[in-house]
């Protein structure tokens, strides 16, 4: 089935552990985006890929790294965990020639990530 | 810099009633707006959008929302609950121009039977 794909779908960390959340989309989108979410705070983005080599910042970039690894995939990496990075990570992506911005994403299913 | 207010973090309505779950923007500018659905342990779902076509927009499921300008809003309203409603929803907004969405902080939905 056509969509976005995160791997893994559930992961502990220790303190101070790296690790990379996987992302990929199988429907030509130009745009793609990681998001955290967290009890009481909704969706907050993390960074964002508004086309293939292309990547910035969003609202909670701290602590993270990105790489936009060709047009299908889209990576989040955490350097060194902390525990406040327990949370459940979102990828999306969206097509910007399908009516642009109106469109609407297609999410992932989310990883869930707990740092001790 | 854009923002959405969701006032509720929780509702209880009962089987049959009427579903209202407020949302409101804050821009000078009409954005496109969207409603979001995430059933337990799934990602997000598309339920509905204003794109400044009508300001009465009818999602699936049954649910619609209308656009007012004037008290910059965008409720999300369904005419009789089902017990597969419960969920939590969530309102979203994106500047035109730009590719990114901000999110509400989710209004959690419970169908009493």
């Known amino acids: 089935n056509a969509g976005v794909t995160q791997t893994p779908k559930f992961q502990v960390l220790k303190t101070g552990q790296s690790m990379t959340l996987q992302c990929a989309q199988d429907m030509n989108h130009n745009s793609m985006y990681w998001y955290r979410q967290d009890p009481g705070m909704g969706l907050r983005l993390i960074y964002y890929s508004a086309s293939e080599g292309t990547t910035d910042k969003g609202e909670v970039p701290n602590g993270y790294n990105v790489s936009r690894l060709n047009k299908r995939e889209f990576s989040l990496r955490l350097e060194s965990a902390a525990p406040s990075q327990t949370s459940v990570y979102f990828c999306?992506?969206?097509?910007?020639?399908?009516?642009?911005?109106?469109?609407?994403?297609?999410f992932g299913s989310g990883t869930r990530l707990t740092v001790v | 810099a854009q923002s959405v207010t969701q006032l509720g973090s929780h509702v209880s309505v009962s089987e049959g009633a009427l579903v209202l779950l407020r949302c409101n923007y804050s821009s000078s500018v009409p954005p496109y707006l969207f409603w979001y659905v995430q059933y337990p342990n799934q990602g997000l779902q598309l339920l509905l959008k204003?794109?400044?076509?009508?300001?009465l927009v009818k999602g699936i499921n049954g649910f619609e929302a209308e656009f007012k300008k004037s008290e910059t809003s965008f409720h999300l309203t369904k005419p009789s609950a089902h017990m597969s409603d419960a969920a939590e929803y969530f309102c979203?907004?994106?500047?035109?121009?730009?590719?990114?969405?901000?999110f509400g902080t989710g209004t959690r939905l419970k169908v009493l039977a």
């Open positions: 204003y794109t400044s076509a009508a300001t």
């Open positions: 979203a907004v994106s500047d035109k121009g730009t590719y990114k969405y901000i």
């Open positions: 999306a992506s969206m097509s910007r020639s399908q009516g642009g911005p109106n469109y609407g994403y297609t």
